[in-house]
């Protein structure tokens, strides 16, 4: 009897791709974890215990068929576990590298809840979907017939691409608007490449363009186009534009020369990184070389920025945090990450104000904390008098984002939204309150993952053809 490729869990412990040593890959930003070899694929891959519940693709938010491709895998049936996986997920190299997976699928390993550590899924994902773009399994979209009607999506973020995809590949006329230069969003423009590196999210842009999604870029809704006349243009629209207005602190000197957000330094650091000019980048005010770096703030943004400050040559990299490291909300991995390459972290802080103009540093109160908040985490308190000061040459603002006001951005009536400013949108369908018109992914969210913003995409894309279904049947009566 051949012997069963799984359940070897509880003989071949977990383990991970090889991680450059933190001397090493601080010099640059290319990605941390090495890649899998087909065997120790398969190897970890046949730790699965094909749990007859999966709590794994039960907590993935795209439901993931996971321990079917892992099963694929470990039987080295490497082009049929890409088949499963892409059929569910638009972006599966992407969510491989992302994903905060010890939250999501890995969090809730049936395995790991038994103690013999969790199958690395992730990591199994990212070789199964490179390998597939390596062997050339990845092809352009080729609609098996065209509908003749078009849908415009205004955003190139995760959420827009994966409508997009959905849509095309049904036979839509697909066209994208997007402010920036470049389609990804914040998978361009707001990762770091040491955790998304830019070619990867550069070859499924080009997929997407190959098979007819036409990308219109450098496109600022409301000022290069209204609105209005992309409504007229299209049959449906989706509005996928994430959300990018950052919060901001009010305390004294809030606005000194030296403070930035953490969404412009992040923006300019992956230009620079694509060969870009970046004026602010070139002259400091936008670069971390040979500065005493402080980032406020607790989220992956926040790592991310201190991150890559390590690898821009400051000289110093603190993160100061008003709660405590088992309540932040930041990866927990990304936070060991950040401390292998130098970050030091000073929980329980939180700024009162700064000094100087340029900056010179942060007038920091300690914290504790008191009282669950609304949201179940205890509420941080300030310790009268226990007031220090941290010396630095540049604070980033990494607090998290808003939506912007689009309603008189863009001049619409009838687009409704939330009282925090999102639009007011069903969650299963994107449908917004103005007819035609849709809304996926953080502006209806809020500050979200990415996997989300992708089931988002799949789940309006598939209203909207039953929209335009409709629409087809009134057309031919």
Same mark, same amino acid.
């Given at each position: 009897?051949a012997?069963?490729?799984?359940?070897?869990?509880?003989?071949?412990?977990?383990?991970?791709?090889?991680?450059?040593a933190?001397?090493? /890959?601080?010099?640059?930003?290319?990605?941390?974890?090495?890649?899998?070899?087909?065997?120790?694929?398969?190897?970890?891959?046949?730790?699965?215990?094909?749990?007859?519940?999966?709590?794994?693709? @039960?907590?993935?938010?795209?439901?993931?068929?996971?321990?079917?491709?892992?099963?694929?895998?470990?039987e080295?049936?490497l082009?049929?576990?890409?088949?499963?996986?892409?059929?569910?997920?638009?972006?599966?190299?992407?969510?491989?590298?992302?994903?905060?997976?010890?939250r999501?699928? *890995?969090?809730n390993?049936?395995?790991?809840?038994s103690g013999?550590?969790?199958?690395?899924?992730?990591?199994?994902?990212k070789?199964i979907?490179?390998?597939?773009?390596e062997?050339?399994?990845?092809?352009?979209i080729q609609?098996?017939? *065209?509908?003749g009607?078009?849908?415009?999506?205004i955003?190139?973020?995760?959420?827009?691409?994966?409508?997009?995809?959905?849509?095309?590949?049904a036979?839509?006329?697909?066209?994208?608007?997007?402010?920036?230069d470049r389609?990804?969003?914040?998978? @361009?423009?707001?990762?770091?490449?040491?955790?998304?590196?830019?070619?990867?999210?550069?070859?499924?842009v080009?997929?997407?363009?190959?098979?007819g999604?036409?990308?219109?870029s450098?496109?600022?809704?409301?000022?290069?186009?209204?609105f209005?006349?992309? /409504?007229?243009?299209h049959?449906?629209?989706?509005?996928?534009?994430?959300?990018?207005?950052?919060?901001d602190?009010?305390?004294?000197g809030?606005d000194?020369?030296?403070?930035?957000k953490a969404?412009?330094y992040?923006?300019?650091?992956?230009?620079h990184?694509?060969?870009?000019?970046v004026? +602010?980048?070139?002259?400091?005010?936008?670069?971390?070389?040979?500065?005493?770096?402080?980032?406020?703030?607790?989220?992956?943004?926040?790592?991310?920025?201190?991150?890559?400050?390590v690898?821009?040559?400051? @000289?110093?990299?603190?993160?100061?945090?008003?709660?405590?490291? +088992?309540?932040?909300?930041g990866?927990?991995?990304?936070t060991?990450?950040?401390?292998?390459?130098?970050?030091?972290?000073?929980?329980?802080?939180?700024?009162?104000?700064?000094?100087g103009?340029?900056?010179?540093?942060?007038?920091?109160?300690?914290?504790?904390?008191?009282?669950?908040?609304?949201?179940?985490r205890?509420?941080?308190?300030?310790?009268?008098?226990?007031?220090?000061?941290?010396?630095?040459?540049?604070?980033?603002?990494?607090?998290?984002?808003?939506?912007?006001?689009?309603?008189?951005?863009?001049?619409?009536d009838?687009?409704?939204?939330t009282?925090?400013g999102?639009?007011?949108?069903?969650?299963?369908?994107?449908?917004?309150?103005?007819p035609?018109?849709?809304?996926?992914?953080?502006?209806?969210r809020?500050?979200?993952?990415?996997?989300?913003?992708?089931?988002d995409?799949?789940?309006c894309a598939?209203?909207?053809l039953?929209?335009?279904?409709t629409?087809?049947?009134?057309a031919?009566?």
């Open positions: 009897m012997e069963n490729p799984m359940l070897k869990f509880v003989k071949i412990p977990r383990g991970m791709p090889k991680k450059r933190a001397e090493d /890959r601080t010099e640059d930003f290319g990605e941390i974890y090495s890649d899998f070899i087909m065997s120790k694929a398969e190897e970890q891959a046949s730790r699965c215990s094909q749990c007859g519940v999966p709590y794994c693709q @039960t907590h993935c938010p795209l439901h993931n068929n996971i321990p079917d491709w892992l099963r694929l895998t470990a080295g049936r082009r049929e576990a890409y088949e499963i996986s892409q059929a569910t997920n638009t972006f599966p190299e992407i969510c491989g590298r992302i994903c905060p997976q010890d999501l699928c *890995e969090g390993c049936v395995i790991e809840k013999h550590g969790t199958v690395t899924i992730g990591s199994v994902e070789y979907t490179d390998t597939a773009w062997q050339g399994w990845v092809q352009p609609p098996s017939e *065209e509908r009607q078009s849908v415009g999506i955003g190139a973020g995760p959420g827009g691409l994966a409508t997009a995809d959905v849509l095309r590949r036979g839509v006329k697909v066209t994208v608007y997007d402010r920036y389609a990804g969003g914040l998978l @361009t423009y707001g990762i770091p490449g040491f955790k998304l590196e830019k070619d990867i999210v550069m070859q499924r080009a997929q997407l363009q190959d098979g999604v036409e990308i219109i450098n496109c600022m809704v409301g000022v290069d186009i209204s209005d006349d992309i /409504r007229a243009k049959d449906a629209v989706v509005i996928a534009t994430g959300v990018y207005k950052s919060r602190l009010q305390v004294t809030s000194a020369d030296g403070i930035v969404i412009d992040l923006i300019a650091s992956n230009k990184g694509f060969g870009d000019d004026p +602010e980048f070139n002259d400091g005010s936008l670069n971390a070389n040979g500065k005493k770096v402080i980032v406020i703030g607790g989220g992956d943004t926040a790592m991310d920025c201190v991150r890559t400050a690898r821009q040559g400051a @000289t110093s990299v603190k993160c100061l945090y008003r709660r405590d490291r +088992e309540n932040m909300p990866s927990l991995r990304e060991q990450n950040a401390e292998e390459e130098g970050v030091e972290f000073v929980w329980l802080t939180a700024p009162k104000g700064f000094s103009t340029p900056v010179t540093g942060v007038n920091v109160q300690k914290m504790r904390l008191g009282l669950p908040d609304a949201t179940g205890q509420f941080p308190e300030v310790i009268e008098g226990a007031d220090y000061f941290e010396s630095a040459d540049l604070v980033i603002k990494a607090l998290g984002f808003e939506p912007e006001d689009l309603p008189t951005l863009w001049g619409t009838g687009l409704e939204v009282r925090w999102t639009i007011r949108a069903d969650y299963e369908t994107g449908r917004t309150s103005v035609g018109v849709y809304a996926v992914g953080d502006i209806v809020g500050a979200s993952l990415v996997v989300w913003a992708i089931r995409g799949r789940d598939a209203a909207v039953e929209q335009l279904d629409l087809g049947v009134i031919a009566e």
